[in-house]
């Protein structure tokens, strides 16, 4: 079982530090760095600044939420020194990055990810497929029964379209076939994590490190069920296995790259696992 993360930072809620540093001018003469973009990972967003800043004073990281897509849109705006975002950007977007800034757009993976497939604790149900989650979430399978569960109708949560995790299971698990009408959107991972914990009919997805009061059920490909464990998300041999990644205008400079290059060190990795992420394979 994974440890309870505690405080769950929703979209749009900003982080500051007592100490400062980064891309522009802060309080006081303070540089200051701001990180925009997945709610899947600000959680992690929100400690790496915290640590960071207790290391570094004179330094000052925003850290806020809001989807992916609002992070990338941040950063081809200006808005942002650091989009976070739980999928790849798409080639459109680096467009307009480079046409906005002039620059090509850096991109750095910082961490790992299980998609988890939640359903509430007391679901008899053992594991599930990819092609049975993607019948669910275009509407051929809507009874419990038909994947080995009780008569009871599927009530299926999703993220909003603007959630890089939404893209990705649309992509990864539905082949980007459109989600099912009857599919109930929130606002956020710990949105879902939320529902799907009150309602023993439910079932949704999102980041493996809110996977707390919940079932994470392992997850069948092609082969047997594989539970998405470190070992199996490192290694890739959990089908939802994803990076997460850090997103710049143009490779990073001062206090930023500074920054990044201790989120990638051993400390800002082990930052991940004492958070429930998974860290990157160490080189």
Known sequence: MRKSIGTIFVAGVMVWGAACGGGGGGPEGKKTITVKGSDTMVILGQRWAETYMGKHPGVSIQVTGGGSGTGIAALINGGTDICESSRPMKENERAQVKQRHGKDVGEIPVALDGVAIYVHTSNPIKA???????DIYTGKISSWREVGGAEARIVAYSRENNSGTYVFFKEHVLGNQDFANTTQTLPGT?????????????????????????????????????????????NGTYPLS?????????????EV???????????????????????????
């Open 128 to 134: 599930i497929s990819k092609s049975q989650l993607k």
């Open 257 to 283: 790259k500074a920054f990044i290059d201790w989120v990638l060190s051993p400390e800002g990795q082990d930052v991940c696992e004492k958070v429930g992420y998974y860290p990157l394979p160490k080189r």
């Open 242 to 254: 994803r990076n997460l990644f850090f997103y710049t205008a143009g490779a990073p400079s001062g």
């Open 190 to 234: 710990a949105a879902v994590v939320n529902a799907v914990s009150k309602d023993p009919a439910s079932i949704g997805y999102g980041g493996i490190a809110y996977s707390s009061g919940i079932k994470a059920l392992p997850v069948k490909d092609t082969g047997e069920p594989i539970p998405p464990s470190l070992q199996n998300v490192q």
